[in-house]
């Protein structure tokens, strides 16, 4: 693999990797070089499959565009399984396709999104993510129709989860914790379920420039049910307001339930 090192049974620590305290064990993918970008192209696959990997773009992410897995065409029923991805200065994953599947991922990614999911019938479930750009950049970027998002843990990015475009998406049961500055959830699109999801203490960046914010944002307010979900914040001192639980705005339809 050209640019690339690919280390097996393996655990890097520390200054080794620039990584910190962070460890990271098993198989590792490195970019050697900072032009490197997608480490991993799957245009126009079909049941094609990336799995327990650790992939490492080129240290610092400032001074790279390094995208971890692309898909620059379609690609179907992708699945990306117990990835890990630090050190990309572009967006960590950004598929479009079908029936594309993104469960168990770590990531932490400062610069750029974690996830941009485009396409339908794809599915991002039970990872972890966060640590990105809070006044820019968010964990997931949906826009195509019938995604599911279901179960992830996002944290202290712009927006947790933002539904930008499309239709007939399911977000279930997810926690969006610390974002910056539209809220854990924003919903830009219609016909959506929002359910059963947790949203803490978020909108920092917002309250600073004084930007209503909410843990919850509708922005697009045609046919799309909020049901069910727990919107915590806690108010400090320097806060110029508190955030508002649920925001519905924009297009005039069906308001929230």
């Known amino acids: 693999m050209a640019g690339l090192e690919l280390r097996s049974g393996v655990t890097v620590r520390g200054s080794r990797s620039r990584l910190g305290n962070d ?12 032009s490197v970008t997608p480490i991993f192209e799957a245009a126009g696959t079909e049941y094609a499959a990336i799995s327990d990997l650790k992939i490492l773009g080129n240290a610092p992410q ?35 396709g079908g029936g594309n599947r993104v469960e168990f991922l770590r990531s932490r990614n400062r610069r750029d999104h974690i996830i941009q999911l485009d396409g339908h019938d794809s599915h991002v479930m039970f990872g972890d993510f966060g640590d990105t750009d809070r006044r820019e950049k968010d964990g997931i970027v949906v826009t195509g129709h019938q995604k ?75 046919t799309n049910t909020v049901s069910g979900n727990m919107l915590f914040h806690r108010p400090t001192s320097d806060d110029p307001f508190q955030d508002i639980g649920i925001l519905v705005q924009g297009a005039p339809g069906a308001p929230a339930s």
Request: glycine share 8%; charged share 20%; hydrophobic share 35%.
């Open 62 to 96: 400032d001074r790279n565009e390094i995208v971890a897995i692309h898909c620059a065409d379609l690609a179907t029923y992708l699945q990306i399984y117990m990835v890990s991805i630090r050190y990309c200065g572009g967006t960590a994953i950004h598929l479009r």
């Open 148 to 222: 599911k998002i279901l179960a992830n843990n996002v944290f202290n990015c712009c927006t947790g989860i933002r539904l930008a475009s499309g239709n007939r998406d399911r977000v279930l049961g997810n926690r969006c914790e610390k974002h910056g500055y539209y809220g854990g959830i924003v919903v830009n699109s219609y016909e959506n379920n929002v359910v059963s999801n947790q949203c803490w203490n978020n909108s920092a960046e917002a309250r600073r420039d004084q930007v209503p914010s909410a843990g919850i944002h509708v922005l697009n307010r045609s």
């Open 23 to 34: 460890s990271l064990s098993g198989t590792i993918v490195q970019a050697l070089d900072r």
